[in-house]
């Protein structure tokens, strides 16, 4: 049968022009049966990429309601308008289907996404790397804290110091060679009188300027001489310090006290020794050691490699403090005496962690310093 004009005039393919009586899907059952179809598929799209095929399938270019609507441009006109208006209709149905589902479908899949790609913002970050007090912080204020616990007080003074407090104070004479020996680095101009401190041993005539006696205080710090940097000097260091005045102290509180810090810091048992030596501000004066705490001063084959056999370690200086100090401070050493220390923290910081060259205290290696912890 031949196909009827179409309405508008082009020449269509007889291959994409259903026959309108080889075309069932335009009667109300054929149509009705399409929407069916369509509307199953799609309430039975259990998520956006099935619903995704529905729509290819029921509502593509190649479904059947759109080849059905390509055929009604071949039907006789009278019965164009009401096979456009039934295709039109079922069409309308299935698109509308297809967006509420679409979007019930969107909806579940944000509430999933919700609950699966949750975050629990309050546990902590595991990633960022935690920062770390240095380790040279930590054990300085680790010895003045053993200090405190003594019932002593934290007392500090300036890295810039007068050369008055530096030396004179403590009884080096002008022409001392203990100010040569020192290294110092001297303040431009020099007229001004200013050093780095050499030493955290200005501090004791601050201290007893400042707060009169009876005193207890130490005093942890950083100090500066002229050394060139290796494995065991640098030119920017630091000491803890201890001054003691009060009516008859003795070198034995002197004794006593160096023991308790050497335990705070080294462990129980751990003693001090004490050795001839000279500084102008302690009279009579003493270099210290303490106890090695891995041989215990017993001998071993091979020697011990903390103290090299020896069976003590160098820690600092001491004494008892020398009345020219007293004097030039208005305390007066008839009545009051004390004695004073001073040694030094990377030494102490080295020996409680196996450190063996002090460089890597000071070259700023976040992976050295991350090994000891974090220390509050
Ligand atoms: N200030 C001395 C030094 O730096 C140590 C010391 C302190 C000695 C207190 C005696 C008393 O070497």
Redesign the pocket.
């Known amino acids: 049968m031949p196909s009827a004009p179409d309405a508008g005039g082009s020449p269509q393919h007889p291959d994409e022009v259903p026959s309108p009586t080889a075309a069932p899907e335009l009667s109300q059952e054929g149509v009705d049966g399409h929407v069916e179809a369509a509307l199953a598929a799609i309430g039975g799209a259990g998520d956006l990429d099935e619903l995704k095929e529905a729509r290819l399938a029921h509502a593509g270019d190649r479904s059947p309601l759109a080849l059905a609507n390509r055929a009604i441009g071949a039907l006789p006109g009278p019965e164009k308008a009401a096979a456009g208006k039934l295709v039109g209709q079922a069409r309308g149905r299935v698109n509308q289907a297809l967006a509420r589902r679409q979007q019930e479908l969107e909806a579940e899949r944000d509430e999933r996404i919700l609950v699966e790609e949750a975050m629990d913002l309050t546990v902590a970050p595991g990633r960022r790397p935690l920062g770390r007090r240095h380790v040279l912080t930590v054990t300085a204020e680790r010895m003045a804290d053993a200090m405190v616990a003594l019932g002593w007080e934290v007392a500090e003074g300036p890295q810039v110091e007068a050369e008055w407090f530096n030396f004179d104070a403590l009884n080096f004479d002008k022409d001392h060679p203990a100010r040569q020996m020192q290294d110092t680095f001297f303040v431009d101009p020099a007229k001004a009188g200013l050093v780095l401190r050499?030493?955290?041993?200005p501090v004791q005539a601050r201290s007893l300027l400042d707060r009169g006696v009876p005193l207890y205080v130490a005093v942890p710090g950083k100090t500066f001489r002229t050394d060139e940097l290796d494995a065991t000097h640098t030119p920017v260091f630091h000491?803890l310090?201890g001054l003691a005045i009060d009516e008859g102290l003795t070198m034995a509180h002197l004794k006593g006290t160096l023991d308790r810090l050497a335990e705070a810091m080294f462990g129980p048992g751990t003693v001090s020794r004490l050795r001839p030596a000279y500084?102008p501000?302690?009279e009579p004066?003493a270099e210290m050691d303490f106890r090695c705490f891995v041989c215990r001063g017993e001998a071993t084959a091979p020697p011990c490699r903390t103290c090299g056999g020896t069976g003590w370690i160098e820690w600092?200086?001491?004494?008892m403090v020398n009345h020219n100090v007293l004097r030039a401070c208005g305390v007066d050493p008839e009545r009051y005496q004390g004695f004073?220390?001073?040694m030094g923290v990377e030494r102490t910081a080295m020996f409680r962690h196996g450190i063996a060259d002090m460089r890597e205290l000071i070259e700023g290696d976040v992976r050295f310093n991350a090994q000891f912890g974090m220390e509050i």
Do not use: K
């Open positions: 050499t030493h955290t041993s000491q310090e500084f501000f302690t004066s600092g200086g001491c004494g004073a220390f001073g």
